[in-house]
């Protein structure tokens, strides 16, 4: 869209591009930013807490025991979307 040399690139090559040409003006410089916090609480708030595992080389896939996790889920708490579509 009238992006000079930008133009006609796709979304992630644009982008790269247009990062390292800032960067080469000082106008920039390229980073990565997660935002897991965000996919976290959605994450929680459609399918419940995640299900603690310990992965053992010798006994495979293994529940966390109930007496060290950390903390624990009220009694009332539901699993699953709590709206309806």
């Known amino acids: ?3 000079g040399p930008f133009d006609g690139l796709g979304c ?3 982008a790269r ?5 800032l960067a080469e003006r000082g106008l920039a410089t390229p980073r990565v ?3 897991l916090h965000d996919w976290c609480i959605s994450r929680q708030r459609y399918w419940g807490p995640p299900i603690p595992i310990i992965y053992c080389d010798k006994c495979g896939v293994v ?3 109930r007496r ?7 009694s009332s708490m539901t699993s699953g ?3 309806r579509v």
């Open 68 to 74: 060290i996790c950390p903390s624990s889920c009220r």
């Open 33 to 35: 930013q997660y935002r």
């Open 17 to 21: 591009r247009i990062v390292t040409w």
């Open 12 to 14: 992630r090559e644009g």
């Open 81 to 83: 979307p709590t709206t």
């Open 63 to 65: 529940p966390v025991p």
């Open 1 to 3: 869209m009238n992006s």
